[in-house]
């Protein structure tokens, strides 16, 4: 039995920026929270709360702290709530997050309707449709038809969408519309690390994916690898690994998503390479 590692597993940019903006806040300011978890890592998110840096879920649970906006990004009227109450603001919006609310806005302005290919309930996706106006479409299933009341269409992507499925919805709206314009707004760690993945999956008898199972990211990975053939878990620690899943399977391969840690990640490699050791000892 073999164990395949997938490069450039963990943390990304934006991600691991966001945590050190947070430490950071944690040390300047005395009293320190985020509006919503920093990132989508449940983890991660307890590791700070020891730190100081606890999340709320409302502006209205703000108490003269300082606030830290997590790498998600928030909605504008939030934003516009925040900047009346004269709080401290700690920006950590993932930069690219932030170049994908900017096109939203550019292309509404230039009279374009926005099609989104994402989550609509997605905290990155919330925050970017409080840029644009009504007129904007969602869509997470490209299967389902798309009512477009204009000639112009836009087409941007939460930034960790699947490139292929970004590709396929913009050939099915080249058919639908007079103009189309194409903002790739999806994250090249992002790109990057679904096409190691779906060629790791291809090459193995079994994928582990480890990160949240609230990380759109990470959900993403398990999502390509079990649509590569290969049975896949995933999982947020390595407690929930089950070994008896690796019974008659000679080649594994692991990956995480965008926001795990790397501490995490080590103690599944070193729980799966124990396993692997004594296996081989015993066969």
């Known amino acids: 039995m073999k164990l395949k590692i997938m490069e450039n597993s963990g943390f990304c940019f934006g991600v691991r920026r966001a ?73 950590a919006t993932c930069p690219i997050v932030k170049k994908a609310q900017k096109f939203a806005q550019k292309l509404t302005k230039e009279g374009y309707q926005l099609v989104v290919l994402g989550d609509k309930y997605h905290p990155e996706v919330e925050a970017l449709l409080s840029y644009v106006d009504d007129s904007c479409i969602v869509v997470a299933d490209i299967d389902n038809d798309l009512e477009l009341n204009n000639d112009k269409v836009g087409l941007i992507a939460q930034t960790t969408q699947s490139e292929t499925k970004f590709e396929q919805l913009a050939y099915k709206l080249i058919s639908k519309t007079y103009e189309l314009r194409i903002v790739r ?80 990640i080590n103690k599944v490699k070193n729980n799966l390479k124990k396993y692997i050791e004594n296996e081989d000892k015993n066969s």
Request: glycine letters at 6%; proline letters at 2%.
């Open 185 to 264: 707004t999806i994250c090249n760690a992002t790109k990057l690390r679904q096409e190691k993945t779906a060629k790791l999956a291809k090459k193995s008898d079994l994928m582990i994916v480890v990160g949240g199972k609230n990380s759109a990211n990470t959900t993403r990975l398990a999502e390509i690898s079990a649509e590569n053939g290969c049975e896949t878990h995933h999982i947020e620690v390595a407690n929930e690994i089950d070994f008896n899943w690796f019974k008659g399977k000679m080649k594994i391969g692991l990956t995480a998503g965008a926001s795990t840690p790397d501490w995490i």
């Open 19 to 91: 945590i050190d903006i947070a430490k950071n806040a944690t040390k300047k300011y005395e009293k320190v929270v985020t509006l919503g978890p920093i990132i989508h890592n449940p983890q991660m998110v307890e590791y700070l709360r020891k730190k100081g840096l606890r999340y709320i879920n409302n502006i209205s649970e703000i108490n003269d702290e300082a606030v830290v906006i997590r790498s998600h990004g928030i909605t504008y009227d939030d934003y516009k709530k925040l900047k009346n109450m004269d709080v401290k603001i700690v920006d």
